[in-house]
């Protein structure tokens, strides 16, 4: 199975920051990642595709990169409803395996 | 505007099968190039993907739970399924049904998902 580690696993930041969330895999896994947002209670929510395509809807402030190995998430000036857990998922082969998780906490 | 939702026992008692199913509307479960997933998530934990299936019956299953998890379609009804046997405590999650995007016929993530039902595996 492909191994997704998010660092860091928690990141305090305050409203207007601007933040990144790395995901590393532990093989090649090409483009095939995507990354969702999940609030308490709720199912996740699609933000990024192929590594770096915005979902329709999705807040322009949100942007990912990467290829290979190395991504990230970033979002240019935090919102009061970023505050929230985020996932990154890769789809290059089965299973599809979730990173653990970063939690953003409001500073 | 597609809807997933989730329905069967939220309590099964240990060593006995899970049986949810998905309920798709606002569209055909056939129709467009999609894949239909289950996932998982424990109270307070983690994301974990359990298997997923093209209307044409083919399937991909997480070798953790291989031997013990069956996904099936029903086109006519714009339904699928989950069954998870020998259930034990660890099966103790927020189960969601999914459907997944492709993007150059690649499945690319899940743009849609349901609300999810808890199952709770306990005597």
């Known amino acids: 199975d492909i191994q997704l580690t998010q660092s860091p696993s928690f990141l305090s930041a305050s409203v207007g920051d601007r933040v990144t969330i790395t995901c590393r895999a532990s093989q090649d896994i090409s483009s095939y990642l995507a990354w969702y947002q999940q609030k308490p209670g709720k199912a996740p929510k699609l933000l990024i595709y192929a590594a770096s395509t915005l979902q329709s809807g999705v807040p322009s402030r949100f942007s990912g990169s990467g290829s290979g190995t190395e991504f990230t998430l970033t979002i240019s000036s935090l919102q009061p409803e970023d505050f929230t857990t985020y996932y990154c998922q890769q789809l290059n082969s089965y299973p599809r395996t979730f990173g653990q998780g970063t939690k953003l906490e409001i500073k | ?123």
Do not use: H, M
């Open chain 2, 1 to 123: 505007q597609v809807q997933l939702q989730e329905s069967g026992p939220g309590l099964v008692k240990p060593s006995l099968t899970l049986s949810l199913t998905c309920t798709v509307s606002g569209g055909s479960i056939s129709s467009g190039s999609y894949c239909w997933s289950w996932i998982r998530q424990p109270a307070g934990k983690g994301l974990e993907w359990i298997g997923r299936i093209y209307t044409s019956g083919s399937t991909n299953y997480n070798p953790s739970l291989k031997s013990r998890v069956t996904i099936s379609v029903d086109t006519s009804k714009n339904q699928f399924s989950l069954k998870l046997s020998s259930v034990t405590a660890a099966d103790t999650a927020i189960y969601y049904c999914a459907r997944s995007l492709y993007y150059y016929d690649s499945e690319a993530g899940v743009d849609y998902w349901g609300q999810g039902t808890l199952v709770t595996v306990s005597s």
